[in-house]
């Protein structure tokens, strides 16, 4: 036992004589009169139901939420009264603007509507009829392998960060459980997807796992959350995106516009975080700079992997003959540019700016060229 | 029926509605884009088209002026009148385009379909309502096929 009541309530006689009190039909009511807002919320719309916008009013609304939480620092819900006596339940994060962005209530009822199911979602029945060689089915159980070990990651990081964070944003926390859900299910496609087809998974990755670690270890939550969310999903929504389009069987495509419309949701969410965080802290930008220029390496690392830009390179080629790679370095070339304009559009969206001149992606495109 | 027409716009729209329960089932589908349908051997003049979904049902879809398009949507699709005929030409028996032919695999690589915005979060939503934007595809190609076999 870690944590130990700082009462012990069977020697308390007072606590003791109010249970008899109560065991007799003596009810003290004090709750009643707990000097709390009176609201009557509604749904705006009957069809979607009562969401957290219907009832983000007053006290009880994000905006009461203070940029600084100095005095509530327990699960205790924000609206509530709050008793003397409340512990402080240790949250690290007690700033809004270290995880607040604009988007969340929208984004917290978008992701729990456009939930889906790996099991019963894919067509995994009409995988065996799909006409695909060994080869090429390894191609793609190999890029599956990569795909299951890295979505994880973004489980375990938003599950590390939650119980830090003050209970105040809890909209910020269900929206990370809600991400937690969303990239177990990746985990799970891509396993079963490896598993479906004959072949199994492949060749884990080295790079993969340093860059794995170079998020989870992040020293603050923003930090965190720009090289989860901007950089490492921003690059893995690119590898859907290519994925549907390269990808060997329709099964597999509709597996990849799923994932991708999850991933999203995540890569939407910490492009209006940094923004936010940016707004409130102007200052702070170098930090952001400073982190992404050893992030960026990593990313370096796992994007020129030859886990993962090899088997891209054979399943945008379509084969292993000579002309079927050319054109696979040529499209994979193509998506990797791309997701590196997209990433630096979302910075620059954010407000985060100069990082195209200070990127290590520009200086690795000048020694490529 | 052709492609580009009122008739077949207005008959998607009703196919759209009718297909609730699909888009349901896929969740909030809060966006709005366009297709702009470009000049090719056969078709002279351009032409836009405006989708506006709320919640999970089509509210608008109106032939709509080129200029600011961009700034009216969450993003605009563009390709040539005969890459959207071919498009939904591939419809499969199981009222599916086909592989090949996806939304998606067409405006990946920025041929033959490019994707036009102006914000990042409006671009986003293609992505992120990607499912229900090839649904949105899937059934106009029903239509299209519909007014094929209804004028042979």
Known sequence: MAYYSP?????????????KRRQNGELSLTWM???TERVRCSPQSPRRGMTYKDINVGSYSTDAIPEVIRSHRTMAPRGSALPLGLPDMGYLVNRKSEVWANNILAL???????QWNASTDIDWCALPDCQITDDMEKAFCQLCTLLTEVEMIATDLPAKWIPLINHDMIELKSLLC???????????????RALANGVGLLQASVVAEHALKGILDADTY????VFLHLLGEGFILSTFRNGEAIAPTAVDKKIFRLVMQDEARHVSYGMMHLKYFLRAHPSRAEEIHFMLDEAETLMIGLLGSAELAEPLIILAGKGFGREHIER????????????????FGRLEHAG?????????FTKLLAMLA | MDFPSKEFFDRLRTELVGAADEFAHLGVFDASFAIRVQASPGFAEERNYLFRFELDSCTELTETETDGLEDRVDFVLEAPHAIWCEMLASRQPNGEIDAAHTINTLCHFDDPIRVRYRDPLGHDKLFRFQQSVQTVFNVAATVAAEGARAST
Do not use: P
């Not at chain 1, 809600?178 to 079963?192: G, L, Y």
């Not at chain 1, 696979?328 to 990433?343: C, H, P, R, S």
């Open chain 1, 178 to 192: 809600m991400q937690a859900v969303d990239e177990a299910r990746h985990t799970e496609v891509f396993r079963k």
């Open chain 1, 33 to 35: 009169d707990a000097a």
């Open chain 1, 222 to 225: 923003t930090q965190a959350s």
């Open chain 1, 7 to 19: 009462v012990d309530f069977l020697q308390d006689e007072e606590f003791i004589e109010g249970m």
């Open chain 1, 328 to 343: 696979g370095v040529e499209l994979t070339l193509f998506n990797q540019l791309k997701a590196i304009d997209e990433y």
């Open chain 1, 108 to 114: 917290y009822e978008e992701s729990k509507t456009r």
């Open chain 1, 352 to 360: 985060l700016e100069g990082r195209r001149e200070r990127s290590q």
